[in-house]
């Protein structure tokens, strides 16, 4: 069961063949951007809260209604 | 748990100086996202909004409209049936809109357009706040995000002076897809209620390594980022300096001087990564290249009745620009000249700069009063959905609307040569009217 090809998964498949084609299209990704080593490792929730949250950007509207 | 608000503060706030804005808040929902935000920022801020838009607006402010029951009005924009393409409202356009509904909240530009044409926001702007100060200049700035970086580009909205721009940083930014940017100046807008109604809406699922994405390109374009955007222009201009050598006559290319002049009264300058092609002397449509050319493993932007648009993008490299063009040199080859083809003139226009009914509520009355019919007898009835062609993403029947004879035989002919329709019925067989 730890074989990952033997799942029936058409969009993995499908992305996984793209690499042959020109793109003229977006995303225009910049490839030299900084990547992120294994993004199935370091995939994370705000259960993380050392890094801090995404939503809660500031607390300025806590601070003006209190 | 330590809680350290650091890491996304830090990473909006250097983005806000990158891109010339006060403050930045990074999107996961891309410019559809940003949309909603913004305009249920509008609604925390006036009790019943008014916005003024431009008919190329994106399917996601009409959509937030609708959600939140804010009142839309269309400024007047022209069209070039050549290449399919909206045109941006001159600045007078805009100023004779407000005089007719000076109540309202917010003016919203799409610029630039898919095809590239960006609207001359600086005048725009000025316009708008002479007017009157407090009326929002919005820029649904998708297709803009690396406009910052380059003299060789139009200005972007937030060096214009708009108050609000919403970037799909993924199009021509760099990131990954998905990702975008919201840049507002603070002197008109609330950056408390724009927190807000981002609260409100973003996921509190975000995936971290999408924002890492706009992080990272936000440092990369701060050093780099007119020496890349350059390099994208460069890549483009060699692919169109090909195309003449080999394809031209009869091939139209958009931002070519003479079909240019068309247009250049309405606009402030072109998106140079871009290359919209007509095929206005042959017989074929754009939606027949662009299979072609996706059987050769060649991937367009977009296809349509009349034209194919093409980006240069940041991972093309030169060695791919030559084969794209030998085989359309060979696709276009077996092509068919014609003299002249038939072009469905605006299919955008509608009888009315505003809605027969708001739209907010067309559905909701078309449940009690509402019938279906054959698209083809629909016209001059007032539809109760919108339907419209991916991509391109804007609605060409709209709820709420009248139905036009072009409206109904753009689809058609849209359907028949094989587009991609989205709506309820998208076999285009019947349609939702009042």
């Known amino acids: 069961m730890n074989n990952e090809s033997q799942y029936d998964t058409p969009i993995a498949d499908a992305l996984n063949n793209l690499g042959g084609y020109i793109k003229w299209c977006t995303p225009s990704v910049l490839p030299n951007q900084k990547k992120i080593s294994n993004i199935y490792k370091s995939d994370i929730s705000v259960s993380a809260g050392f890094l801090g949250s995404y939503v809660d950007n500031t607390r300025n509207l806590q601070r003006s209604t209190r | 748990m330590l809680i350290i608000p650091g890491i996304f503060k830090e990473a909006h706030a250097k983005a806000a100086k990158v891109y010339g804005a006060d403050k930045t808040l990074f999107s996961v929902n891309g410019t559809t996202g940003s949309n909603f935000i913004v305009l249920r920022m509008l609604t925390l801020e006036y009790e019943s909004p008014q916005i003024l838009v431009t008919r190329n607006i994106h399917h996601s402010i009409l959509h937030a409209a609708e959600w939140l029951g804010i009142k839309f009005r269309f400024i007047k924009s022209s069209y070039d049936p050549q290449f399919e393409s909206l045109i941006p409202p001159k600045p007078e356009d805009v100023l004779d809109t407000l005089n007719n509904y000076p109540e309202s909240n917010a003016v919203i530009i799409s610029s630039p357009t898919y095809s590239g044409l960006a609207a001359k926001l600086r005048d725009i ?113 060699y692919f169109k300096d090909l195309l003449g050598k080999k394809l031209i006559p009869p091939l139209k290319i958009m931002d070519d001087s003479l079909e240019f002049d068309l247009v250049k009264d309405y606009i402030s300058g072109y998106d140079k990564t871009k290359t919209a092609i007509a095929l206005t002397k042959f017989k074929e449509t754009g939606f027949e290249l662009g299979n072609l050319l996706a059987k050769n493993k060649i991937i367009v932007e977009k296809s349509s009745l009349n034209t194919i648009l093409m980006l ?123």
């Open chain 2, 125 to 237: 702007v000025k316009v708008v706040k002479n007017f009157d100060k407090e009326i929002k200049v919005i820029v649904d700035e998708a297709w803009g995000s690396h406009f910052h970086f380059s003299d060789e580009l139009p200005k972007s909205a937030m060096q214009a002076g708009a108050d609000i721009a919403m970037q799909s940083t993924h199009k021509q930014g760099g990131s990954l897809q998905q990702t975008g940017m919201i840049h507002w100046k603070e002197k008109y807008v609330n950056s408390e209620l724009m927190y807000e109604a981002f609260r409100e809406y973003a996921t509190t699922s975000p995936s971290y390594h999408l924002l890492a994405s706009l992080d990272s390109v936000r440092a990369i374009m701060e050093r780099n980022g007119k020496d890349l955007v350059e390099s994208l222009i460069k890549k483009a201009e």
């Open chain 2, 312 to 434: 240069t993008t940041f991972s093309l490299s030169y060695g791919e620009i030559d084969k794209t063009v030998r085989v359309l040199s060979s696709l276009i080859k077996e092509f068919h000249k014609i003299g002249k083809k038939e072009l469905i003139q605006n299919p955008f226009q509608h009888l009315e700069t505003k809605p027969v009914i708001e739209p907010h509520t067309a559905r909701r009355v078309a449940q009690t009063i509402g019938r279906i019919v054959p698209l083809k007898d629909a016209i001059d009835k007032i539809a109760a959905e919108h339907i419209e062609i991916y991509p391109l993403g804007v609605p060409v029947i709209l709820e709420g609307f009248r139905i036009t004879e072009n409206n109904v035989r753009y689809l058609l002919n849209v359907k028949e040569r094989g587009g991609h329709i989205s709506a309820r019925d998208p076999s285009l067989q019947t349609i939702y009217v009042l």
